[in-house]
């Protein structure tokens, strides 16, 4: 049980699966920051329990998020954000790089 809501919830009737869903959310908890690269995310057990999702969806969310390179799992310690390299270069304010 959790004290805090979450912005996005899983919506069961929708045409996505739960596990693409869940894989969506953890992605913008990437992408924002809020699970930092080279840290690990929560695990299978604790999202299911987060989320209420089934083992199985979450293993299936980990699966889609190691697909799209956002993770990578190391045997025995858990699954891990990648180093991300950054979208775009950072510009000035007059348009040029750095």
Known sequence: MSDTQHPTALDPMSARPLYVQLADV??????????????????????????GVARLTARRAAQELRERGLIVTVRGKGSFVVEQPPTSAPTDEDGTAG
Not at 26 to 51: Q, T, V
Request: charged share 35%; glycine share 4%.
């Open 26 to 51: 953890i992605a913008k908890k990437i992408e924002s920051g809020e699970l930092a690269p080279d840290r690990p995310i929560p695990s299978e057990n604790h999202l299911a329990d987060e989320y």
